[in-house]
Each structure stands twice: as structure tokens, then as C-alpha cells.
């Protein structure tokens, strides 16, 4: 198979490459810069394999330079862990609709058109919840900055002509390296974890490698179309979360961080934390998919080791 990637130099989209070159797939790596030099190791060690590179403008000049595509999955989007300063939030938004429109628009000039793009998405456009748990045929409710991004993210991910779009609505992916993971961790490495606000707040979470697997799951399975929600089948509270941690990592989980302080220090941006979606995986599920990880501290003792 022959996939575009928009977005892989990010942890999600470089595990994904290794993992779709591992399996023998052809990876093309749509990219704003080319870098210098890049080999991946196939999984067997029988030798090498590389993805190779485009840049935005060389596939916006010649849509079909890669050749025939079969999938095209779209992680592309500025970083949200940034101060939301309202240049910031423009950027937020601007870089992960333009994304999408890029997609769309290349791939109305392709010949054939790929059979499927896999978007990347988000689980905050259901709105927050307490004890209310969102599978994908809940409605979209956002309330908030990144809901609300999310919506015109999917709106423009929604004009892109192919036969089979899958919207992914991530949820908080947990890996050693990369991601928000490392920053929720440092308090309890410092021995001062402990809740974030009252601790209510849902906490989305997905193990890196089943974030690469449905993504895979969700190129290879026909039946997988729409909104997917790309989060583990056990949905947890912020202090169901941090108590799984301190557990896992021998640390105590008791200093407990006001919601006051948090704005203060993080702004809007404190919305990342103190507020969130319990989310399970109904589509995957029900589709066959199994889960690596499907027990948070199992995945936690992973990412923590």
C-alpha cells in the first residue's frame, strides 16, 4: 500500500511511520521542510526501509508526484501547547483547517483519488462531562476554544472528495517521549501530583501504540467511516487518572492544584486540564478492534517504565 502522511514529523506521526514501514507499506511524508537524511529499520531487522519526503508545495504543484495513493492520513495542526494568546488561537485553527482544505483541494487533481483519508480530529467537541460518557453518536456540543476548533476542523475535513473519510477524535495520548504526557507527569515525579480542580473532569486517554493501531485499523477496515473516537475503552476522572499514576509510579497523589491558580498561571489554556470528556470507543469496538493497552495502568506502567 502507498500512503501519504501529512503531519508525520510529529511523536504520533513518526510512530506511524514506523509502524506502517514495518509492515511494508510505502510511506510518502508530506512535510513543510524536507529533512536531510531519514532511514527507518524494518521491524525484522531484514533491512531498510525509508519514507520518502514531499513538501506542501511540490504536492500542491504536481498532485499525482507520488504516484497512485491508496490512503492519505492527515495529523497535520499547530502545537495547542502554547499560551492561547488570541495570534496563537488563530494559528490553532488556521493551520489545522488549511490542512484539511489542502487535502481536499490536491486531492480533487488526483488521478485515481486515494480510497480513504483517515483526518485527525478531537474528542472536545462533545462539550465537558462529569459522569456522562460520549460514544460517536452523541451531537457536538462544544464549549469551549477547542471545541469549537475541533467543529471547523471536521467541517473542513468534511469537503474532502474521497470515497471513505474517517474523522479521528483524539483523546490524550500517552507516550514516554512527545505529547502532553510528560508535562502531567513531572508534578508526580517531583512528589507534588495530586488532582487538577475538583478532579471531575474527564480524561481522554489513549496509549500511543493503539493511537498508531486505529489509525492503522482504520485504513484497513472498509466498515470504518466518520467519527471514531480515538481513546482507550476505560474512561477515567482527572483523579481517577492521577491516582492510577501515583500508583504506578510509587508516588503520592494528594496535592491537589486549585482551578484559581491554574488560570492564573495557564490562562485560557487551563481548559486543557480542568476541563475533559469521559469517551469510550464504540465504533472500534463493535468493529472488531482489540485494544493493546485497555487498562490505564497498564498503560501507564508502560509509559513510565
Not at 510512530?15 to 510511506?27: K, N
Not at 483519508?117 to 462539550?127: E, Q
Not at 462529569?130 to 469551549?144: I, M, Q, R, T
Not at 472488531?288 to 490505564?296: H, M
Request: hydrophobic share 45%; proline share 6%.
Amino acid at each position: 500500500m502507498r500512503l501519504l502522511l501529512c503531519g508525520g514529523t510529529g511523536f504520533i506521526g513518526v510512530a506511524l511511520t514506523e509502524a506502517l514501514l514495518a509492515r511494508g507499506d510505502e510511506v510518502w511524508v508530506i512535510t513543510r521542510k524536507k529533512p536531510a537524511a531519514s532511514a527507518n529499520v524494518d521491524s525484522e531487522g531484514k533491512g531498510e526501509r525509508t519514507a520518502r519526503y514531499m513538501t506542501w508545495e511540490e504536492w500542491g504543484t504536481n498532485p499525482n508526484g507520488a504516484g497512485p495513493i491508496d490512503a492519505i492520513v492527515n495529523l497535520a495542526g499547530e502545537t495547542i501547547s502554547q499560551r492561547w494568546t488570541e495570534a496563537a488561537k488563530r494559528r490553532i485553527v488556521s493551520s489545522r483547517v488549511h490542512a484539511a482544505e489542502r487535502v481536499a483541494e490536491n486531492i480533487a487533481r488526483m488521478s485515481p483519488a486515494p480510497e480513504v483519508v483517515v483526518n485527525a480530529s478531537g474528542i472536545s467537541l462533545y462539550g465537558h462531562s462529569g459522569e456522562l460518557v460520549f460514544d460517536e453518536s452523541f451531537p457536538a456540543e462544544p464549549e469551549d476554544f477547542l471545541g469549537t476548533t475541533v467543529i471547523a476542523w471536521e467541517a473542513a475535513a468534511d469537503l474532502i472528495p474521497v470515497p471513505r473519510l474517517v474523522k479521528l477524535r483524539i483523546g490524550l495520548v500517552l507516550a514516554a517521549r512527545g505529547g502532553a504526557f510528560p508535562l502531567l507527569r513531572l508534578p508526580y515525579r517531583l512528589f507534588g501530583g495530586g488532582r487538577m480542580g475538583d478532579g471531575k473532569q474527564g480524561m481522554p486517554w489513549i496509549h500511543l501504540q493503539d493511537m498508531v493501531g486505529l489509525i492503522l485499523f482504520s485504513i484497513d477496515n472498509k466498515s470504518i467511516a466518520g467519527p471514531l473516537n480515538a481513546v482507550g475503552p476505560a474512561p477515567v476522572s482527572n483523579d481517577q487518572f492521577g491516582r492510577a499514576l501515583g500508583r504506578v509510579t510509587g508516588r503520592p497523589h494528594w496535592f491537589p492544584v486549585p482551578a484559581r491558580l491554574l488560570k492564573l498561571v495557564l490562562g485560557e489554556m487551563s481548559t486543557l486540564v480542568l476541563t475533559g470528556q469521559k469517551a469510550i470507543p464504540r465504533k472500534a469496538l463493535e468493529n472488531g478492534y482489540r485494544f493493546a493497552y485497555s487498562n490505564l495502568e497498564d498503560a501507564l506502567r508502560d509509559v513510565t517504565r
